[in-house]
């Protein structure tokens, strides 16, 4: 039986502050719908589920990225996962220009955990918090180029 990932959904606080970090990174705003009823509340056993959704791609039109704010019921505020806890780890993006890329998070207030790593002269490579406490990789091939 084949299969493909569709995509990777996320919940989060702020959906249009989660849309502006990852735009402004690249990624493309392909749709957006506020969703409820039965058929939401039987597809992730939730009753009264009422969410607003996002669907974002990548460029390449492979990867994408489904974010959920919830209006009903309320959004349950966690810890920010650890990268060594077990469960949903993080969302990881290969880029052209790492500094750039961290630049733009910058300006959304998302920095480093610790810093660039550079692995083996063929990645330089970091986690980041992103919006809603998101744990996101960025990765340069320094072998491009």
Request: hydrophobic letters at 40%.
């Given at each position: 039986m084949p299969i493909t990932l569709e995509n990777v959904g996320i919940a989060v606080r702020d959906i249009e502050a989660t849309i502006s970090f990852f735009t402004d990174l690249g990624?493309?705003?392909?749709?957006r719908d506020t969703v409820?009823?039965?058929?939401?509340d039987t597809a992730v056993d939730l009753d009264g589920n009422h969410a607003r959704i996002a669907m974002l791609q990548t460029p390449d039109g492979h990867?994408?990225?489904e974010l959920f704010e919830y209006i009903h019921p309320d959004a349950i505020e966690t810890e920010p996962t650890?990268?060594?806890e077990i469960g949903m780890h993080r969302v990881a993006f290969s880029v052209?220009?790492?500094d750039e890329s961290l630049a733009i998070?910058?300006?959304h207030g998302c920095?480093?955990?610790?810093?660039v790593a550079n692995y083996q002269d063929v990645y330089k490579l970091t986690y980041l918090r992103g919006p809603s406490g998101i744990i996101v990789m960025l990765a340069e091939d320094l072998t491009k180029g």
């Amino acid at each position: 039986m084949p299969i493909t990932l569709e995509n990777v959904g996320i919940a989060v606080r702020d959906i249009e502050a989660t849309i502006s970090f990852f735009t402004d990174l690249g990624l493309t705003l392909i749709g957006r719908d506020t969703v409820s009823g039965e058929w939401a509340d039987t597809a992730v056993d939730l009753d009264g589920n009422h969410a607003r959704i996002a669907m974002l791609q990548t460029p390449d039109g492979h990867g994408r990225l489904e974010l959920f704010e919830y209006i009903h019921p309320d959004a349950i505020e966690t810890e920010p996962t650890r990268p060594n806890e077990i469960g949903m780890h993080r969302v990881a993006f290969s880029v052209d220009d790492i500094d750039e890329s961290l630049a733009i998070a910058a300006r959304h207030g998302c920095f480093p955990l610790r810093g660039v790593a550079n692995y083996q002269d063929v990645y330089k490579l970091t986690y980041l918090r992103g919006p809603s406490g998101i744990i996101v990789m960025l990765a340069e091939d320094l072998t491009k180029g």
